[in-house]
């Protein structure tokens, strides 16, 4: 017995009406619901081939997210159980230190001078002065993109400021270390663990590169985030190389300077997203990529009306 043909789902289906209109598709189903999708977007894929599961969010960028703060501070743990237990890993910094000290008698005196810069950067001037500075700058380019808290950049940048002190004094004070000079410390000294020209420079410049940063646009970001950990790698490697700091000493700084950026990078996102392309005009611009898909202007008026 012959029955009549049903189209697949996805194929053109021919409909003959008075407009003799175009041929249109069945929007296909989401693999995730079953149901057929009524939106652009809802036709893309969800999935990827080499991820289990089904659309975002994906549990190996959850999984990726989430692991850096925990190795940041497992890293961080191992590092200051070492240096308050005087343990074997202290041996690391004397060997960069004594590696430091060849590559000076080798010929790389020239290097001093760069080195002594850098590392002055992470000083409380001018790194606290140019995180407000910038923090006041983000606040205004804020307010004339309308941004609703526009003035949240002031405060995040009056509060980077402030923890960096509250953290890093008390744990100069704990661990009180001296440093690679072997020179006692004076009673005025906090000690050398961590250090605290490094957490100021990461703290402060990573801060104003995100306060700033969420006001350009996405192709500025690419270099810019880069370009800030870059300074903060470097102003670390000043201080080795100078001589200022034990090598574990810099690394704790940016395993703390890393958490704190992580922790003001969630914060920002919640109390002031960054700004995005507007819903509707994300799908007139998916429309006119599609063919086929005509809409109609948007200042024509219907007929009747005034």
Known sequence: MDSEPVPAVGRPIREDNEDNQAPTTAPPKDRSTGRPAHT??????????????????????????????AALVLLLAVTSWQVAADGPLLGLDRWVRQGVAQLRAAGGTALDRPAHLL???????PAIPLLLGLG??????????????????????????????????????????????????????????????????????????LLVGRTLAPARRRWLYPATALLGSAVGWGL???????????????????????????????LQPEDRQQPDDRLQHEDRQRPGVRRPPEHRQRPGTS
């Not at 190996?60 to 692991?67: H, T, W």
């Not at 700058?137 to 309308?146: Q, T």
């Not at 410390?185 to 490094?198: A, I």
């Open 40 to 69: 652009p977007r809802g036709a893309r894929s969800g999935d990827h081939p080499s991820r289990p599961g089904t659309l975002p969010p994906v549990p190996g960028r959850l999984l990726r997210v989430r692991a850096l703060p």
């Open 119 to 125: 590392a002055d950067l992470g000083g409380t001037v």
């Open 136 to 209: 006041v700058l983000a606040a205004w380019r804020a307010r004339g993109r309308g941004a609703a808290r526009w003035w949240l950049p002031v405060p995040a940048a009056a509060l980077a400021a402030l923890l960096i002190p509250l953290l890093v004094v008390p744990a100069k004070a704990w661990f009180a270390r001296p440093g690679p000079l072997g020179e006692p410390m004076l009673p005025h000294e906090w000690g050398w663990y961590p250090s605290g020209h490094t957490t100021t420079a990461c703290v402060s410049y990573g801060v104003a590169a």
């Open 240 to 270: 080795i190389w100078c001589d200022y700091h034990w090598f574990l000493d810099v690394l704790a700084g940016w395993c703390l300077a890393g958490l704190l950026l992580l922790g003001y990078t969630a914060l920002l996102d919640r």
